[in-house]
T-cell receptor, first 117, second 113 residues
């Protein structure tokens, strides 16, 4: 299957600083990637759709100035958590989809555990 | 957005028992996927079902897609501790974003030795 690599896997940062998370599709091109946030023992919550070469589409309630998304190439999307605060601590996961026109399958990165202290 | 209702949310069983997880919707889906996620990792795709009534088997896991393509189930036979994890069903969310998925609430399965 397709491989999606996410980096870093864990990061601890001080309150008020910014953190960048990278999501790469290693063996295929992804014009669209997705960013999720996951709380403990909960399902994935879609934050935004990352579109190569254009602005990201954010889900309702997600602050676009807080969670900056850049998708500058067909294999890389980045999520920057700006001015991070402890309440931003969470597990962030990216995905890219591959498949035919009949159906798509999501391939996920390993996730990033963000802790803001 | 099409919604997926997944049940049960929590399942705690002994090794060797059988279990079934359900994924239901009032909407028709062109396909449904099942994923398994371990703590600290991203979800991993287990299977995709695309045809109404379809049954797929993956070792001790049996996946079924409802005839009307509104529901799916995951059955595990003789569960083992290695089956422990979060199981998620997902389907196309519709709309204009290609590849956008909607997820069920997830089922946390714990298999005790």
């Amino acid at each position: 299957g397709a491989v999606v690599s996410q980096h870093p896997s864990r990061v601890i940062c001080k309150s008020g600083t910014s953190v960048k998370i990278e999501c790469r599709s290693l063996d295929f091109q992804a014009t669209t990637m997705f960013w999720y946030r996951q709380f403990p023992k909960k399902s994935l919550m879609l934050m935004a759709t990352s579109n190569e070469g254009s602005k990201a589409t954010y889900e309702q309630g997600v602050e676009k100035d807080k969670f900056l998304i850049n998708h500058a190439s067909l294999t890389l999307s980045t999520l920057t958590v700006t001015s991070a605060h402890p309440e931003d601590s969470s597990f962030y996961i990216c995905s890219a989809n591959a498949g035919t026109g009949l159906y798509t399958e999501a391939f996920f990165g390993q996730g990033t555990r963000l802790t803001v202290v | 957005t099409q919604l997926l209702e997944q049940s049960p949310q929590f399942l705690s069983i002994q090794e060797g028992e059988n279990l079934t997880v359900y994924c239901n919707s009032s909407s028709v889906f062109s396909s449904l996927q099942w994923y398994r996620q371990e703590p600290g990792e991203g979800p991993v795709l287990l299977v995709t079902v695309v045809t109404g009534g379809e049954v797929k088997k993956l070792k001790r896991l049996t996946f079924q897609f409802g005839d009307a393509r509104k529901d799916s189930s995951l059955h595990i036979t003789a569960a083992q501790p290695g089956d422990t994890g979060l199981y998620l069903c997902a389907g196309p969310a519709g709309g204009t974003s290609y590849g956008k998925l909607t997820f069920g609430q997830g089922t946390i399965l714990t298999v005790h030795p």
